[in-house]
């Protein structure tokens, strides 16, 4: 405890730059997030749809697929890309890649980070989208093609807006599992928050004449940053929800079965 | 087709001792994550507010700190501290209590869907909030969460590859297969097998849970 709270163990916070240095990294991983998070929601809806859909052979390869893709670890998808994955992929990333993106996420490499992100997490939330649409009451597809709805419009105009909307919290927390899951990036040498943070405390700063960063107290901090995010998120999440469920007249049940909204049922109960 | 087998052959020994090292990896910290987790939402069901608010800040906490920096933090963070733990209950502590949170709240949303007559009813016949918890909320809670804990399980497992990848040398199954790529270069077969591996794991934890849930689970 004397150790964890000597003053000179925190010193390393308010010198040189190194906290400025912490925090670019962290922005590195929401930034890998934000991307993984859009192309996951898009990614994912299309798998739901494919496996709802009434062409066997579809729902079939769509089901194959997120089981597969949602059973493995991620860390093992992210290290299996990044040592397989052929090098036209990396230079087509480069290619189209925006040019205001940070510097971190130019590299091709990066590409195989996100690529694992999205392709696990798109399963993942691929299954939470299709639980929502499934808790759907029969009658609503039937009553909106019994008023002449196009399979296409029923999904639209009907089934999606009251699905999705019932698995907000399910996705949240999973979103906020992904927020957390951008440190594995760490392992394909990307230059983020974790790779930040082992640079400061590998006695880097001591040896061009600044403070020592103890390792204890630097990922200490990293944690930190990570919680007060995620809280924030959860929380924004949580209001939101109880602000539509005003609004909606409360008819909205989350969803419930996979790894992480149980923490969201338990809060909203 | 014939290197697929002869990777799995040549180094059969590595993959199993990987695999059983994930299973023992697995099996420590879930009775881990169990026993806290079913502690920590005993204090933030507790009629007492401090106890929910000490219950609160370590779900907070564990939920939302990466596991590969609790990884950090328990290994290198304590050994340059002083504290000369070993690499095994490093890696069973963090990817246990790390587990143990969303485990807590599973639980604490099963015990709220036990009622709280049932508790009224307990305490009504005399017994202490412990005992209520122990004989009549905590056992219908644990039967409702079932797919909830199924499912952390099969998280837990997938999880465990993390711990293959830090500084913790245990030698889990991504470790293994790692160490015979770095040999082999032969990353698609060794990476097939590693995920046959893990996929045996997740599915056989999948039937486990919903031969249990057939067998106990109640539907609320």
Do not use: C
């Not at chain 1, 640079?199 to 990570?226: D, K």
């Not at chain 2, 040549?10 to 697995?26: A, D, K, N, P």
């Not at chain 2, 304590?78 to 069973?92: H, Q, S, Y």
């Not at chain 2, 499912?151 to 993390?162: D, Q, V």
């Amino acid at each position: 405890m004397d150790y964890l709270f000597d003053p000179s163990n925190w010193e390393w916070v308010t010198t040189d730059n190194n906290l400025r240095f912490l925090l670019e990294g962290f922005l590195v991983n929401l930034e890998i997030a934000a991307i993984a998070i859009v192309f996951s929601l898009a990614f994912g809806l299309v798998l739901a749809l494919g496996r709802l859909a009434r062409l066997r052979p579809v729902s079939l390869v769509a089901g194959i697929w997120v089981d597969v893709w949602r059973n493995l670890p991620l860390i093992f998808i992210i290290l299996y890309l990044a040592l397989a994955m052929p090098a036209s992929w990396a230079r087509a990333y480069e290619d189209v890649v925006p040019g205001f993106f940070p510097e971190a996420l130019q590299s091709g490499r990066v590409f195989a980070g996100i690529l694992g992100l999205v392709l696990y997490n798109s399963a993942v939330i691929a299954e939470i989208m299709r639980a929502g649409i499934l808790s759907l009451d029969r009658g609503q597809g039937e009553a909106a093609a019994s008023v002449g709805l196009t399979y296409p419009q029923q999904l639209r105009y009907v089934i999606l807006p009251q699905g999705l909307r019932r698995m907000v919290p399910a996705t949240v927390s999973q979103l906020i599992t992904l927020n957390k899951d951008t440190t594995l990036v760490s392992i394909i040498a990307i230059e983020e928050v974790m790779r930040h943070g082992r640079t400061l405390s590998s006695g880097f700063t001591a040896f061009v004449g600044g403070v020592t960063a103890p390792v204890l107290q630097v990922f200490i901090f990293i944690g930190l940053l990570f919680v007060v995010t995620n809280f924030a998120l959860s929380r924004l999440s949580r209001r939101l929800e109880v602000r539509e469920r005003k609004r909606t007249g409360g008819t909205a049940g989350p969803v419930a079965g996979l790894e992480d909204q149980v923490a969201l049922a338990a809060e909203t109960r | 087709m014939a290197e697929l087998w002869d990777v799995l052959s040549e180094h059969f020994s590595e993959f199993s001792s990987g695999f059983w090292v994930t299973i023992r990896l697995v099996a420590i910290s879930f009775a881990i994550a169990m026993v806290v987790g079913t502690l920590v939402a005993a204090l933030r069901v507790a009629p007492v507010k401090p106890l929910n608010w000490i219950g609160g800040v370590f779900v907070e906490t564990f939920r939302n700190t990466p596991l590969l920096v609790l990884l950090f933090i328990s290994f290198a963070g304590l050994r340059r501290a002083g504290i000369p733990i070993d690499a095994w209950v490093a890696a069973t502590a963090s990817l246990g209590l790390y587990t143990a949170a969303y485990v807590a709240e599973a639980l604490r949303s099963g015990v709220f869907a036990v009622g709280k007559g049932q508790i009224e009813a307990s305490l009504s016949l005399g017994l202490d909030y412990p005992r209520t918890l122990r004989y009549v909320v905590l056992p219908q809670a644990f039967r409702t969460v079932i797919p909830h804990l199924g499912s952390l399980t099969i998280a837990m497992i997938k999880n465990s590859a993390i711990v293959g990848v830090s500084l913790l040398a245990l030698g889990d199954l991504l470790h293994q297969a790692r160490l015979v790529n770095s040999r082999t270069f032969a990353t698609d077969e060794v990476f097939f097998w590693a995920a046959v591996g893990y996929l045996i794991l997740t599915g056989l934890a999948t039937v486990a849970v919903r031969l249990l849930e057939a067998r106990y689970a109640i539907r609320r």
